[in-house]
């Protein structure tokens, strides 16, 4: 069992930068891979990025690639997202998200969920 808690949402003015983590329980976070999600509000949640055990491997939706970075900290059972250049498409609230084997972009696939943070970018 995996607890995931975020934190580090809020509101921005557009051009800003946030950094979202997520905090997990157990001690085997560093068997999951790691993702983080976002729904848009009257829109179906989308992937957004994933990172691997180690932190080697990473992947980014299109609209992100460029101004968001993950990373994780096995050692801190923490996975972050820095989130720079926003704009108010990015306003939604981010999840984030833990799974076993191998990552994905399909979010029905994932086995454990945060509760989400909310982003608000102001234009």
């Known amino acids: 069992q995996v607890q995931l808690i975020e934190s580090g949402g809020g509101l921005v003015q557009a051009g800003g930068s946030l950094r979202l983590s997520c905090a997990a329980s157990?001690?085997?976070?560093?068997?999951?891979?790691m993702g983080w999600f976002r729904q848009a509000p009257g829109k179906e949640r989308e992937f957004v990025a994933t990172?691997?055990?180690?932190?080697?491997?990473?992947d980014y939706a299109d609209s992100v690639k460029g101004r968001f970075t993950i990373s994780r900290n096995n050692a801190k059972n923490t996975v972050y997202l820095q989130m720079n250049s926003l704009n108010s498409e990015d306003t939604a609230v981010y999840y984030c998200?833990?799974?076993?084997?191998?990552?994905?972009?399909?979010?029905?696939?994932?086995?454990?969920w945060g509760q989400g943070t909310q982003v608000t970018v102001s234009s």
């Open positions: 998200a833990a799974k076993g084997g191998y990552g994905s972009r399909r979010e029905t696939v994932y086995d454990y």
């Open positions: 157990g001690r085997t976070f560093r068997n999951y891979y």
């Open positions: 990172i691997s055990w180690s932190g080697t491997s990473t």
